[in-house]
């Protein structure tokens, strides 16, 4: 009867084992891949951050060209398959022509215009980022300087290690 008893019981045992060996696998390759999450994500967000820097300063290099009021210059920042809705203009800017001709206009009659981004927001998803902001524009016409609040989205994708436009769309703040 013992010996009935001890050969269930290793039958048992043996059925369990691999189970078991299952079960603690199963929970070192959970350990091993949120440790691994862990420390990739951790390098992801000290490299998010690295990127979001040069999505500002590519940003600032627009500013730095708009204000210098050279159209081809700014659009030197722009991909050829960009697409811009510019401020004052009611047409879709889809080509790199369009998008030199729509600062080229605005150069010309707005020699003067410049602009000091304010507060942005960049989102990094891999090779293309977005910057969401507001930026204001100061213009003197007739002697008088006129300031408008602005605002802004630039979606950048990086290209031959440039962060280069993609989209754009830029437009007044509605008043409060």
């Known amino acids: 009867m013992q010996d009935a008893k001890n050969n269930v019981l290793s039958q048992q045992t043996a059925r369990s084992a691999p189970r078991r060996t299952f079960v603690a696998a199963a929970t070192m390759f959970r ?4 440790t691994f999450l ?32 050279d159209a081809q210059r700014i659009a030197a920042h722009y991909a050829d398959d960009a697409v811009f809705w510019g401020t004052i203009s009611p047409t879709l800017r889809t080509t790199p022509l369009e998008v030199l001709e729509y600062f080229t206009n ?10 000091a981004i304010g507060e942005q927001h960049v989102r990094v998803y891999g090779d293309t980022a977005i910057n969401s902001g507001y930026y204001t524009s100061r213009n003197s016409q007739d002697g008088q300087e006129i300031i408008t609040p602005m605002r ?13 436009i993609v989209a754009h769309h830029s437009s007044r703040m509605p008043a409060p």
């Not at 605005?106 to 602009?115: C, W, Y």
């Open 106 to 115: 605005s150069t010309t009659k707005r020699p003067n215009l410049r602009i």
């Open 31 to 34: 350990m091993f891949a949120a």
């Open 152 to 164: 802004f989205t630039f979606v950048f994708h990086r290209r031959t290690g440039r962060w280069l």
């Open 38 to 69: 862990l420390l990739t994500g951790s390098v992801a967000f000290a490299d998010n951050d690295a990127v979001q820097k040069e999505v500002i300063a590519a940003t600032a290099a627009w500013a730095e060209a708009f204000n210098a009021r």
